[in-house]
């Protein structure tokens, strides 16, 4: 085989591998993509959400082809107790724009479009082949990929890592050490079909428009998690997902056993009532924080994405910030490869610069004690606060002849009687963390 | 030796729901993939040409997304590959199909020489009807060598081939003349992974598309839909089958729960029972 030399090796046919891929092709350079999924989109797991803005700085009229399922209106956030839950909601005619600022997809079909705007910019990219190491100069720099396939591997100036949270090119390499279980929660999700009129009624909505509930509380059992329920055009995405250390210190069920208890709960049971499950799945989630990100480049590497533990768990944000690295780092090297710069560790610490100059940087060190406060602080704030809240409401909504004053005063004592001093604490711990 | 390879792009039928409501098919989202029974023609290809040299030619036709299974293919090691696409042929069954695939066939040879070998699957899995190999034979006057399982011998001197060929009650061992239609029996090998050299090839290769002008068809009336004298009558979902699984108690030794075995088994085939029995010489 002549060895070709590309301008860039991307692992990884994800968000964070396909931005990176499709701004590098469309800038001109001779990009190689290598995907170990029969397709972009056949591994990738989300629940999932699409953010506009960071699709839209790389193809601003995605909305026309794009396979998008509902442009979200509203907004439900829930502290669940065993009975119910009490919540915010959020919902405006206002989101019912032009240009939508978020969407319910699914992954498989949209992945596999923006995937075919890679391959049309001009990148190669090669399915069901899966990299196995880096292939390095005597002097260390990285100059290609190894992979599954007999061959003598591919070469290219720069290797972007995008190869999802489990990072195992990185690992192999030597580039990062194992996931710890602290930093990585596990997330299962389940899609129920339903007509689409049903979908409308039950939700209130008409047309493309959807709904979002994020919940938190007993549901998972004191573990620190999430859970979601996402409507698309004709099912429902339902998931839960907990820190992987919780799981095996609790120890308070699978994953599995969450989500069956999640779907019987009154405040969900309804809602999926009538549907059939179609799809399941379950994927990790790199929740460490600022504090969790490995080293992001090196001698002829930099790491985009999961890979590089771009997510805003507070937030529910990660595809973005996967999208917005992955443009980043190609933008990195499109300069480099114009002005005929290697692409050295110190050359492409220009990434990092643009990370800490844009919005994913700030929001993650904005973040960044989080995951260390809920270590601590965690069953207090996913069990005894939704328990607390819930109990607050039904003390306050119930009419049973007893004067409002007299139920303040025993909502204030429920919480006193749980926390105590431990109360204040936790507001000057959360406003730490969350400055 | 020159080789063609016919291939479908089929929906990958593991993946297709059924609509809860409506009882239709959803299309949408399901991957396609190349038919399955294709692969082990693909795959005895390769090997002829391992052996003897030559061109592995792969062709289908389909809407131009077909393309992609023929990218796939040449990611395995075929050579080249030939897309027939026109909306002309939206529709057609497999008499249309046998025709149009038969006219490509013919087109290619202007240009690459008349294959040895036309390689077809046994069948497709989303028709099931196992006649477009056997119409593409008849209509270039191919020998047809259908459900081998073996290519046991090729004589490129006499232009002979030598296969084992599958059955009712046993193996056919056939000697024919080249040109042959041939379609593989399911299991005969195993499809090959393509190496680095392969999949970068098919990835950057160039399609060549052919529409019905292009390979010389003048009557469209032999084409598609008004080509096709089948009729769906109708599409329904099967109900499932409520067979349940036996469980046989693991006995007190292993020969009882043999026991419990083969009587279960006779229970429910009995013809078994009595082709084992009267092969025996009778107890």
Same mark, same amino acid.
């Given at each position: ?435 | 030796?020159r080789i063609f ?43 002829? *040409?391992? $052996?003897?040299?030559?061109? &592995?030619t #792969? !062709? @289908? ?8 299974? =023929? ?34 066939i013919?087109?290619a040879a202007?240009?690459h020489g008349m294959p040895h070998i036309v ?44 296969? *084992?060929? $599958?059955?009712?009650?046993? &193996?056919? #061992? !056939? @000697?024919?003349?080249?040109p042959?239609?041939?379609?593989? =029996? ?98």
């Amino acid at each position: 085989m002549n060895k070709i030399v590309f301008d860039a090796i991307v692992v990884g046919a994800g968000p964070a591998g396909n931005s990176a891929a499709y701004t590098m092709a469309n800038a001109g350079l001779n990009v190689l993509q290598i995907e170990r999924g029969e397709y972009s989109g056949s591994k990738n797991v989300q629940g999932a959400i699409l953010y506009s803005d960071a699709l839209e700085q790389m193809i601003p009229d995605f909305r026309e082809e794009a396979p998008l399922e509902r442009h979200i209106v509203e907004q439900r956030i829930w502290m669940m107790d065993d009975r119910g839950h009490t919540g915010m909601h959020h919902r405006s005619d206002d989101y019912n724009e032009d240009l939508p600022n978020r969407y319910t997809i699914i992954r498989a079909q949209f992945d596999k479009w923006f995937n075919r705007q890679v391959r049309d910019a001009g990148a190669t990219v090669l399915y069901e082949t899966t990299v196995t190491g880096l292939i390095r100069d005597p002097r260390g720099q990285v100059i290609g990929v190894q992979t599954d396939r007999e061959g003598e591997g591919f070469y290219a100036n720069v290797v972007v890592l995008a190869e999802g949270v489990n990072g195992l090119v990185g690992q192999r390499s030597g580039l990062r050490s194992e996931l710890r279980p602290e930093d990585v929660a596990l997330a299962v999700k389940e899609m129920h079909f339903l007509p689409q009129e049903t979908i409308e009624s039950r939700f209130n909505i008409t047309g493309d428009e959807g709904v979002v509930i994020e919940a938190m509380g007993t549901i998972t059992e004191g573990m620190i998690g999430t859970a979601f329920l996402y409507t698309n055009r004709e099912s429902i995405s339902i998931g839960i997902g907990c820190l992987v250390s919780e799981l095996s210190r609790v120890g308070k069920g699978s994953p599995y056993q969450l989500l069956d208890r999640l779907k019987a709960h009154p405040s969900i049971r309804g809602l999926l009532e009538g549907s059939e499950m179609k799809e399941y799945a379950a994927h990790l989630i790199p929740e460490g924080g600022y504090r969790a990100i490995p080293e992001l480049v090196g001698d002829g590497w930099v790491c985009v994405g999961d890979a590089g533990h771009f997510v805003n768990a507070v937030h529910r944000e990660g595809s973005n910030l996967a999208m917005t690295t992955g443009r980043l780092a190609a933008e990195t090297i499109i300069s480099l490869n114009k002005r005929g710069q290697a692409c050295t560790k110190k050359a492409l610490g220009a990434y990092r610069q643009r990370l800490e100059d844009s919005f994913v940087m700030k929001d993650m060190k904005k973040y960044k004690d989080v995951p260390r406060m809920l270590e601590k602080q965690g069953s207090t704030i996913m069990d005894t606060y939704p328990r607390l809240m819930n109990g607050a409401a039904q003390t306050w909504f119930r009419v049973d002849g007893r004067d409002k004053k007299a139920k303040e005063n025993e909502i204030v004592k429920a919480a006193w009687r749980v926390r105590g001093l431990g109360l204040l604490g936790d507001a000057v711990k959360l406003a730490r963390a969350w400055r | 030796m020159r080789i063609f390879v016919c291939i479908k792009q089929v929906p990958d039928s593991a993946q297709i729901r059924v609509h809860p409501v409506t009882n239709t098919i959803m299309r949408q989202g399901v991957p396609t993939i190349i038919n399955p029974y294709d692969l082990f023609g693909l795959e005895e290809a390769l090997r002829l *040409r391992d $052996r003897f040299g030559g061109v &592995v030619t #792969v !062709l @289908t036709m389909g809407p131009p997304m077909a393309s992609e299974s =023929l990218r796939k293919a040449l990611g395995y090691g075929a050579d080249r590959g030939l897309l027939l696409t026109d909306r002309f042929f939206a529709g057609s069954d497999t008499l249309a199909t046998s025709y149009a695939l038969s006219k490509l066939i013919e087109k290619a040879a202007e240009d690459h020489g008349m294959p040895h070998i036309v390689f077809c699957g046994k069948q497709t899995i989303d028709g099931d009807t196992a006649q477009v190999g056997p119409g593409i034979a008849q209509r270039l006057g191919l020998s047809q060598l259908t459900y081998v399982s073996a290519i046991d011998e090729i004589d490129p001197d006499k232009d002979t081939i030598t296969v *084992r060929r $599958r059955a009712d009650h046993g &193996v056919q #061992v !056939l @000697t024919s003349r080249l040109p042959a239609m041939i379609t593989m =029996l399911e299991g005969s090998n195993e499809i090959r992974r393509g190496t680095q050299a392969d999949v970068l090839r098919a990835a950057q290769a160039k399609i060549t598309q052919w529409n019905a002008a292009g390979v010389g068809i003048e009557d469209l009336s032999l084409c598609g839909l008004r080509g096709s004298p089948t009729v769906v009558k109708r599409v329904f979902a099967p109900s499932a089958r409520s067979e349940k699984a036996v469980m046989i108690p693991a006995g007190d030794g292993g020969s009882a729960t043999a026991a419990a075995l083969i009587d279960a088994i006779f229970e429910r085939q009995p013809a078994l029972e009595e082709d084992l029995i009267s092969e025996a010489g009778g107890y």
